[in-house]
Nanobody, 122 residues
Framework: QVQLVESGGDLVQAGGSLRLSCAAS????????MAWYRQAPGKQRDLVAR???????YYLDSVKGRFTISRDTAKNMVYLQMNSLKPEDTAVYYC????????????????WGQGTQVTVSS
């Protein structure tokens, strides 16, 4: 099994910055991808950014140029640096990891963190 713990969410003013962190632990054989999703009130959960094991990244169009996803493979951690925050970035941000465990090394499974609240005031 794999456990994910997010941190770094806060209340900030528009134009400010935050850095979210997610630590993966457990019986991890390898990690195929790490990602951040967000869900605003009354909205669906959207993929914000993703980074693969090869280092390739994807960003939601509305955050390109403002957010940066990075990873620390040695620590099994993923980060989301958020700059120039806007009120529309307000949401609960969730860490997601596709990981293989020692019990199942052939296929990766999805794991989710509990979420961390990001609130941007105007």
């Amino acid at each position: 099994q794999v456990q994910l713990v997010e941190s770094g969410g806060d209340l900030v003013q528009a134009g400010g910055s935050l850095r979210l962190s997610c630590a993966a632990s457990g019986s991890i054989f390898s990690i195929d991808a790490m990602a951040w999703y967000r869900q605003a009130p009354g909205k669906q959960r959207d993929l914000v950014a993703r980074i693969t094991s090869s280092g390739d990244t994807y960003y939601l169009d509305s955050v390109k140029g403002r957010f940066t996803i990075s990873r620390d493979t040695a620590k099994n951690m993923v980060y989301l640096q958020m700059n120039s925050l806007k009120p529309e970035d307000t949401a609960v941000y969730y860490c997601n990891v596709v990981a293989r465990t020692y019990r199942s090394t052939i296929v990766g499974l999805n794991y989710w963190g509990q979420g961390t609240q990001v609130t941007v005031s105007s």
